[in-house]
């Protein structure tokens, strides 16, 4: 956070006595710490809890304003992985993703993914920044809908021809979500050769998704989480 400062605008639960904000720093993988300046005045005669004073280092902000992901466990049940059709390339993932408390969304993204080929020149690896490694409509679901919000890529600097890709998938509920929450995946990944018997080319896969969960009836708090699943093409 350079000059200008930023200034945080109200998200969740404005009203005569409370003030939510909330807000994200995305930083590069050699940044190894983050300090953040706060400021403001003490309006609450009462005694403080969990309120940074004028200024505090990220290690030292109360701890009860980070804790309640602690208490929160997500699952993976019941996955099954299977080839989409005859591309070779795209998998389906189904399952429920199981919360321990309410919560009123959830958000999809491949965090990392990695493979290795049997011979190693039967595939070419990513053929294509929009499908490769990413979420591919239609057939994905969440929890029965395809009312989903989408993020194409971008990284290519080109426009994104497939208006099917896309980087990220949320879903959010006006109502809290309890118990087995049915997801349907479908995600694009290096594949044989074009033309090539998929059996082949035996490629192994280790597919890590991040999913967030908001556990509020709005966008500031939420918890993060990752899955890592291995599987092959056969």
């Given at each position: 956070m350079v000059s200008p400062n930023p200034t945080l605008v109200t998200q969740i639960g404005a009203s005569t006595s409370t003030v939510s904000y909330c807000f994200e720093v995305t930083v590069s993988s050699s940044v190894t710490s983050i300090g953040f300046g706060l400021q403001g005045d003490d309006l609450d005669p009462s005694p403080i809890v969990c309120q940074p004073g004028v200024s505090a280092l990220f290690d030292d902000l109360p701890s009860c304003i980070c804790d309640d992901c602690d208490d929160i466990v997500l699952t993976f049940?019941?996955?099954?992985?299977?080839?989409?059709?005859?591309?070779?390339?795209?998998?389906?993932?189904?399952?429920?993703?199981?919360?321990?408390?309410?919560?009123?969304?959830?958000?999809?993204?491949?965090?990392?993914?990695?493979?290795?080929?049997?011979?190693?020149?039967?595939?070419?690896?990513?053929?294509?920044?929009?499908?490769?490694?990413?979420?591919?409509?239609?057939?994905?679901?969440?929890?029965?809908s395809t009312s989903l919000q989408l993020f194409n890529e971008t990284v290519s600097g080109s426009s994104n021809s497939n208006n099917s890709a896309t980087k990220d998938i949320k879903y959010t509920s006006n109502t809290p979500l309890t118990g087995a929450i049915p997801v349907n995946l479908t995600i694009g990944l290096p594949g044989p050769i074009s033309g090539l018997d998929p059996s082949c080319c035996v490629i192994e896969y280790t597919v890590c998704i991040k999913v967030r969960i908001f556990y509020e009836d709005g966008n500031c708090k939420s918890c993060v989480f990752t899955h890592c699943f291995q599987f092959n093409n056969q």
């Open positions: 049940d019941n996955f099954n992985i299977s080839l989409n059709g005859s591309a070779g390339n795209q998998f389906n993932f189904n399952g429920n993703i199981n919360v321990n408390v309410p919560i009123y969304g959830i958000e999809f993204q491949i965090k990392s993914y990695t493979y290795s080929a049997t011979p190693s020149a039967c595939t070419e690896g990513v053929s294509s920044i929009e499908e490769s490694g990413m979420f591919l409509m239609p057939g994905t679901t969440i929890n029965g």
